[in-house]
């Protein structure tokens, strides 16, 4: 009876540790989320979507009669849609082929080489992505910063994530199914195009949004290959805005205080959405 005791004791002593440390690894996120709306709700309206941002003047003459900032940051945001959606097309396709290459290929050297850079690539800081696009992008093809430089940078940041992605989906595939199409006589590219590719798209529909949500908020490989702009631009070959760029704009200026919020609260909506979204595409597949 009193070891029964002593272990219902440490069962429940266990469960309550469990349940404090698991407090203590929400909180952070908790309270950066409560604080991003606390500070930053105020501001956004259908003109801070809509809108470019004001000058200093004319924040610094908002905030001394005590009235919103004007303005928005509809720059920031179509720039980052412009170069999220060149850097998926750019992505996309190389991630995923990649990815199908090493499920064939498991124990080729080429195979090896590529899965052992792929893995390097995910763990180089992203402003050494930002010089790679500028040295490739920005000097010899559109002589300037520019969305496309941008978009570059970004998508070798995506590929790593989208090469895993495909070649984990694509090893949960039972082999039977696809021995199943070709001894039925199917040729081997169709294998992959109407079989293994449809049977494990939803996870490959989340490696790819978990790599646009990791890209979402960079900003030192952009501050080398988009620079910004202050007006809304939709030329690749010109330089772009990006929310991030924008908030690091608005932190130069003490007048803009409440637009980093904003911007801040506005981004990472985005990418828990995204996050959120792959996560239930994921729990679908179990």
């Not at 021995?179 to 006589?185: D, H, K, S, Y």
């Amino acid at each position: 009876m009193a070891n029964l005791s002593r272990r219902t004791l440490k069962d429940k002593l266990f469960k309550g540790l469990v349940l404090f440390m698991s407090l203590i690894t929400i909180s952070p996120i908790v309270l950066i989320i409560y604080k991003l709306v606390e500070k930053g709700y105020r501001q956004i309206s259908l003109d801070f979507i809509i809108k470019t941002p004001p000058n200093t003047f004319e924040a610094m003459t908002a905030l001394s009669n005590g009235e919103l900032i004007p303005g928005g940051i509809a720059n920031g945001i179509t720039g980052t849609l412009l170069m999220v959606v060149l850097a998926s097309v750019i992505a996309i396709p190389v991630g995923v082929i990649t990815g199908i290459y090493l499920y064939e290929n498991p124990g080729k050297l080429l195979a090896n080489l590529t899965r052992n850079i792929s893995d390097i690539l995910q763990g180089v800081p992203s402003i050494v992505l930002g010089l790679i696009a500028y040295m490739w992008i920005v000097k010899p093809i559109t002589s300037g910063f520019s969305a496309l430089a941008g978009s570059v940078s970004l998508s070798i940041m995506m590929l790593p994530m989208i090469v895993r992605s495909t070649e984990e989906t694509l090893k949960m595939i039972p082999e039977s199914i696809k021995e199943a199409a070709v001894a039925l006589g199917v040729p081997y590219y169709k294998v992959i195009l109407r079989v293994l590719i449809p049977t494990g798209f939803s996870g490959l529909l989340t490696g790819i949004l978990l790599g646009i949500s990791r890209i979402l908020g960079e900003t030192a490989p952009l501050m080398l290959t988009a620079l910004g702009s202050s007006v809304i631009n939709l030329d690749i070959t010109k330089p772009t805005s990006a929310i991030p760029l924008l908030i690091w704009e608005f932190y130069n200026d003490p007048n803009m205080v409440d637009l980093i919020w904003s911007s801040s609260l506005l981004l990472m909506g985005m990418v828990l959405t995204l996050n959120l979204v792959s996560k239930r595409i994921a729990a679908r597949t179990k």
